[in-house]
């Protein structure tokens, strides 16, 4: 059996990212934001994917950035829209057979923009699988 894929969490009270198996195949592949147990501080680290890069722990701008968005359904995974071909130019003048086209999405590095983002795109946001014990539980 192949070893098992080890996803990164990122815990949002503490600002620490650990890896931990889960069943998923790929690791930048949009899924539910899995939320587990931090096992630094025992706040929620949440399921993230392996595109995101954590900040420095005392940036406090960009994790509250991080934070706006993890908790808003977006865990960094890549997301793509639609480009309509006629950003390509005329008909005549497009790569030939081209039939559609995308763009990855850059997230956002501000508060503001960031709020922006959810609002256009919150649509995309990934629903939550809360997996940790409840306490005595
Ligand atoms: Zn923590």
Known sequence: ???PHLTKFTCLDCRSTFKRPTDAAKRNVARAIEIRTCPNCTGAAYLMSSDFRAPPKADDRAWAVVAFLVRSGFAYFRIYEDVPLAAFGHPM??????????????????LREAEQFVRDYGHLALPF????????G
């Open 129 to 136: 699988v809360d997996t940790r014990v409840a306490p005595g």
């Open 1 to 3: 059996m192949p070893p």
């Open 93 to 110: 003048r497009r790569p030939k057979g081209l039939l559609s086209a995308q763009r990855r999405l850059a997230y956002p590095e501000t």
